[in-house]
């Protein structure tokens, strides 16, 4: 946890220091006055004050074609995210409003948990092993999986179009700036097709996700409520 999350942690419990928590009015008057001075002194707003933050750990690069789900996700929760790494370890963080994060963890590991699955399944067929060398097996992977996170991100937002909020996506990309302002843009690795049977296993691949039942399962659905409410 950097210091800035930190600081923005330590607010947060300042604020839940209220009457209403079981504080005196002296002490709940205290706590107002050491938020306003911190947020004025740090330069914290009240917008990252109200966000939260959920993270999940990966083990792909920030280039990969694999952060296309993840931007999607963070699409349609309402969320902004940004891919960290610390020495060997790499995370996604989402950052919104509740419940957005926490919906936007749940759907990123439904999605590549399926994606990972699909692979295992593409390279134990005819079309993959028919492949003569590493080099052409590891383009049919690549191709397949960006076949299948095409038909996922289409799918993805068509589901969730009614929830998506584009006020709600700029705060969220505000509150992710301020909270991360080292952060910088950085593009995946764009695809270029060779195996187009391999794209076209991976769209169909992404198709068959049972992706309603998922959200379903996992309790996602409703929560995020309608666009704009």
Known sequence: MSDREKLIAKIRALTAKTVAAGCTEAEAMAAAEKVAALMRDHAISETVIDMEQA????????RSMKTRICTAVAHVTNSAMVHTRDGRD?????????????????LHDVLHRAIDGAVKEFRKGTFYKARRSDKTRRKAA???????????????????????SPAKGEQARNALDEMFPRARVVKPKEAKARFADAT???????????LRHGVERGGVAGLLGKAGA
């Not at 989402?94 to 963890?105: D, E, L, R, S």
Request: proline residues 3%; charged residues 20%; positive net charge.
């Open 55 to 62: 993270s999940i750990g990966v083990k792909f690069d920030v």
């Open 90 to 106: 790499k995370m996604v963080i989402y950052v919104g409003a509740a419940p957005g994060p926490q919906i936007a963890c749940y």
């Open 142 to 164: 690549e191709d397949f999986v960006d076949g299948m996170i095409r038909s996922l991100v289409c799918r993805l937002v068509l589901m969730f179009r009614a929830n998506i």
């Open 200 to 210: 076209y296993a991976g769209d169909r691949a992404g198709a068959r996700v049972n």
